[in-house]
Structures are given as C-alpha cells and as structure tokens.
C-alpha cells in the first residue's frame, strides 16, 4: 500500500564509495523529485524529473546522477561520496507538474558517511 | 525570485491549545498556491492544507487552517485543539500556477512542541 517507497532507509558508507538510492511510486504520478534535507531541516530540490525526462536540475555536484527507467521509478546514484553528502535524501512524486497538486513524499533515506 | 520566510524556528504549546505558526512569502506574482506540510520526528512529510490564491476562503482541514493575507503575503497556520501527535516540523511552501516554474520553495521550517 506504500504510495512512495525508498530503498534503503538507513545508508552508512565510508568516503570516496559510489552508493544508490532507490524510489519507486504505485500512484501513477507523472513527476518525481529528490530532495536533500540537512541537518537544519533545510529541503533543497536537487531533481525532477516528469514521464521520465529531467526537468529541474539545480546546482547539484556532477558526482549525483538521477536515472528514471520509467515513470514509476526515480534512482539515485551518488559518486565519490564525500562528508557533505551526509543528509536525509527524500523522494517525492506528484500527479503532474502543475502547481496546486500535493506532493507525496517516501520516507527518507538517512545517508551518513564516515 | 520568490522566497518563504517562517519567522520562528520553534514554538511550544500546552496540549489541547491553540497555536498559530507564521509563513510569510515573496513574489511578484498573483496567482499561486501555498501548502503546509509536517514532518513527525519519524521523517515523513505529510501535506497537512492547501491554499489557491485566487480562493479568497480560507482553507480548513479538521482542527487545521490557514489565515491567507494576500496582500500582506502572508500565510499563517492554525492548529486548534492541539494533540501530542501534532508535534512535529512544520514547513510552509510555495508554488507558482505558471507551468515554468516546477519548484516548490520551502521555508526553513518551524518545530513545534506539544506539552502534555
């Protein structure tokens, strides 16, 4: 019944690993997102995509990598992780991308790197 | 660029209370949406209300509603009644009708504490 499902929750990984997070929605939504929420609980769009095309790609490190193999499904790739990265990443889905639709999120993934 | 602004990064409240949470935004634009998500200490973010611009009503859902001043810009949350479960980050958001623009701007976000 899960509408928007992270894979894994908890991420503990050393420096300079590559690592992936994966998303995947059942609400047959249009547009995905993710989301970086550092330790002051600020949320910064890093991505969007919509039926599969990127649409919003904010200043993020070239060593993150979005890949959206259909339109339930949202990943995301992490190169040469470094101390920064530690952050709750969140994926969110909406039905389109017009303005006054929700946004349903997962429930984060907790990336810590030693 | 449009900003959001909540003015107090926590606020307390006896249980059963009522306690309002500001949000005010910056935009040059008139038609837009405003939303109020939460997120419980377990991480998930929850839509809590919505709010058209070109609605002059404000929008209520249960124990939760919003005092919508559009020309002040400003978009504050009441919680009626309040339970221990309420207790919670609360983010104010904003988002632009034009199809242009896909982004949410958040807020920096308001914890709130229910005392018992």
């Known amino acids: 019944d899960t509408a928007v499902s992270q894979t894994p929750k908890y991420l503990v990984t050393q420096m300079g690993n590559d690592k992936s997070i994966k998303c995947e929605q059942n609400?047959?939504?249009?547009?995905m997102y993710w989301y970086k929420q550092d330790s002051k609980k600020f949320l910064k769009i890093m991505f969007s995509?919509?039926?599969?095309?990127?649409?919003i790609n904010e200043t993020v490190p070239n060593r993150f990598s979005p890949k959206s193999p259909d339109k339930a499904h949202l990943n995301l790739h992490i190169n040469s992780l470094e101390l920064g990265d530690s952050a709750v990443y969140f994926c969110a889905s909406s039905r389109d991308t017009s303005g006054r639709e929700e946004q349903f999120f997962g429930p984060g993934t907790r990336l810590t790197v030693l | 660029a449009q900003t959001v602004t909540q003015s107090q990064p926590e606020m307390s409240v006896q249980e059963a209370e009522t306690v309002t949470l500001s949000c005010t935004y910056d935009t040059s634009e008139s038609d837009y949406y405003l939303f109020w998500y939460k997120q419980p200490p377990s991480r998930q973010m929850i839509l809590v209300i919505r709010?058209?611009?070109?609605k002059q009503q404000n929008a209520t859902e249960n124990r939760f509603s919003v005092n919508f001043q559009k020309a002040a810009k400003s978009f504050s949350l009441k919680i009626s009644d309040s339970q221990l479960g309420d207790a919670a980050m609360y983010f104010c958001?904003?988002?632009?009708?034009?199809?242009?623009?896909?982004?949410?701007?958040w807020g920096a976000g308001t914890k709130l504490i229910i005392k018992p």
């Open positions: 709010q058209e611009a070109y």
């Open positions: 995509y919509n039926n599969k095309e990127l649409i």
């Open positions: 609400l047959g939504h249009d547009t």
């Open positions: 958001a904003y988002r632009s009708a034009y199809l242009a623009d896909y982004q949410l701007i």
